[in-house]
């Protein structure tokens, strides 16, 4: 069993940024990929980014040059850097991991707010 818990959402202005970590805990073995998902009101979970298990990248064009996906494996913690934030990337932010035998494991998600 894997357990994935989000943190570092909140309120920010327009232009702002955040950091989001993603902790991961239990077994963890053979990482296909880690990933941040979000969610708006009224939107379906979309894919922002991803990095894989040989450490290639992955960004939605709307978050191209802005966002930052990292991990520090040592710690088995996912981070995405936001910066230049929107009113639009106000959601609920998901990560989650996929590893070997298609075992895919979600965290309960962070709201970040955008504020005009």
């Known amino acids: 069993q894997v357990q994935l818990v989000e943190s570092g959402g909140g309120l920010v202005q327009a232009g702002g940024s955040r950091r989001l970590s993603c902790a991961a805990s239990?077994?963890?073995?053979?990482?296909?990929?880690m990933g941040w998902y979000r969610q708006a009101p009224g939107k379906q979970r979309e894919l922002v980014a991803k990095?894989?298990?040989?450490?290639?990248?992955y960004y939605a064009d709307s978050v191209k040059g802005r966002f930052t996906i990292s991990r520090d494996n040592a710690k088995n913690t996912l981070y995405l850097q936001m910066n230049s934030l929107k009113p639009e990337d106000t959601a609920v932010y998901y990560c989650?991991?996929?590893?070997?035998?298609?075992?895919?494991?979600w965290g309960q998600g962070t709201q970040v707010t955008v504020s005009s």
């Open positions: 989650n991991i996929v590893m070997a035998g298609s075992r895919i494991y």
């Open positions: 239990g077994i963890i073995l053979s990482i296909n990929s």
């Open positions: 990095i894989t298990g040989v450490e290639n990248t």
